[in-house]
């Protein structure tokens, strides 16, 4: 025997233990998406390398050094998706759902990838639930994208432990007044800017602001204010979002140093961030990014979006409601040699053609009937059904809850359902 294989540092896997966290969050995400109109789209997880250098932009973390790319045998340069508004984006264009300026509403769930360090919160495989709207300018869809995630935080228990935090980017000439004059500005610093952001000083000035370096954080807050650099119309967008959320009772704050990781954003930038994750404490972000249609080929449009760490989340919802319990499964059943399993394996069918919702596990292996009744225990089941060599002859089933003491009765096979009805299970 060789040693056995590992997964990879960074990537994780859900055990069923704990998958429920996982289908509590899927399901809330499902059910808040419905109610605001927005439908699921599915895009591929392998994607054109191109797709996101021409996206994200070559001067991000995510392009310079955090994908998985590689050249597959035909020489097609393929990534693993970094993020997937790149992707929707992509998908909106090829399959005309941008035509004759229509608005779309779409989510999408699934795993991201990048080549990060891994750490508490932060890993090479990740999943993200995203919305995104196309065709919609101004400031109240992006309002209603925050409210659709306000509600969600409000069905997992979160309200009290996620602050809103926005800013406007504005136009692009804003974007281009305020570099020059950040530029001028981090030269004037340039003895305290680390590698990183000397590099970005000059390829990509903006980005320095969202460095993740604490020993910078003195040089980042005496920067320019973005918000200075507002155009009228800018100013007004922005202000038009502030008092959309006011009416609709979102508390907020002005972050003026909020810029996202990624180079399409513009006019309203915003992140849901949280103290109790430690150091990764942004669980949701999203913005504008009206330029993407066009950079990626097709007509402009307006977009906006947002994701959530999914891991992020659930480690939240897991601190708020403690150790949940998987889901209990009603019936386990005892059977003690082949003909009791097949007979066994035949009732089981019944039982769960007639009750859907009740969860039946069969030992279909032939074993002792005390290490049966260990299994049946740990599995946490509410019921065993008993078939041993009398019931087989008799044509008869023991039932026994697991439960409570008391013995076990032995019904006639037709009975069963009618018995752990009245007696054991609540009908679903
Ligand atoms: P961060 O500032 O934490 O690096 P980001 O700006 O790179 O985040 P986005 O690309 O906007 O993040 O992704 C949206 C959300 O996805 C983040 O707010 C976070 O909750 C989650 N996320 C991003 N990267 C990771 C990762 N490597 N592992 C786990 N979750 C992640
Ligand atoms: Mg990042």
Not at 35 to 44: A, I, L, V
Not at 74 to 86: I, V
Not at 255 to 282: A, I, M, P
Not at 328 to 347: K, R, T, W
């Amino acid at each position: 025997m060789g040693q056995a294989v590992k997964s990879i540092k960074g990537v994780h896997d859900i055990l069923p233990d704990n998958i429920h966290n996982w289908h509590f969050l899927e399901q809330n995400v499902r059910d808040v998406m419905s109610g605001y109109g927005y439908r699921e789209m599915r895009t591929p997880i392998l994607e054109k390398s191109e797709l996101f250098h021409r996206s994200i932009g070559e001067v991000t973390d995510i392009v310079e050094k955090e994908m998985y790319s590689f050249e597959d045998l035909n020489g097609d340069h393929l990534s693993l998706r970094p993020e997937n508004t790149a992707s929707c984006v992509r998908a909106a264009i090829q399959h005309g759902l941008l035509a004759n300026n229509q608005t779309s509403r779409i989510w999408y769930l699934g795993p991201m990838f990048r080549r990060e360090n891994p750490q508490a919160g932060r890993y090479r495989q990740f999943w993200q639930v995203g919305a995104e709207v196309y065709g919609v300018p101004g400031p109240y869809v992006e309002a209603e994208l925050i409210l659709l995630s306000a509600r969600l935080w409000e069905r997992l228990g979160l309200n009290d432990q996620v602050e809103l935090q926005i800013n406007s980017l504005g136009t692009s000439e804003d974007r281009d007044n305020y570099r020059s004059e950040l530029v001028s500005y981090l030269n004037d610093h340039i003895s305290e800017l680390d590698d990183d952001s000397k590099r970005r000083l000059t390829t990509n000035p903006l980005r320095v602001l969202d460095t993740k370096n604490p020993a910078m954080s003195n040089v980042v807050a005496g920067a320019p204010n973005m918000l200075d650099h507002l155009c009228d119309e800018s100013r007004e967008h922005f202000e038009s979002l502030q008092s959309a959320l006011q009416q609709c009772g979102i508390a907020y704050q002005i972050n003026t140093r909020l810029v996202r990781g990624l180079d399409y954003y513009s006019h309203t930038v915003f992140e849901w961030v949280t103290n109790k994750l430690g150091s990764q404490g942004t669980v949701c972000a999203g913005g504008r990014y009206d330029g993407l249609t066009e950079q990626l080929g097709a007509k402009p449009t307006p977009g906006v979006g947002w994701a959530l760490g999914m891991e992020r989340i659930i480690e939240l919802v897991a601190q708020q409601q403690g150790e949940q319990n998987p889901p209990e499964p009603e019936i386990f059943m005892v059977l003690a040699n082949e003909q009791a399993i097949v007979s066994g394996l035949a009732l089981a069918e019944q039982i769960r053609t007639a009750e859907p919702g009740w969860s039946v596990t069969c030992n279909c292996t032939v074993s002792g009937m005390k290490s049966q009744f260990k299994k049946a225990d740990k599995s946490r089941a509410h019921v065993a059904l008993i078939i041993a060599e009398d019931e087989v002859t008799n044509g008869t089933v023991g039932i026994k809850s697991l439960r409570r003491q008391a013995d076990q009765q032995t019904v006639a096979r037709e009975k069963v359902l009618e018995v752990l009805r009245s007696e054991f299970l609540n009908p679903q």
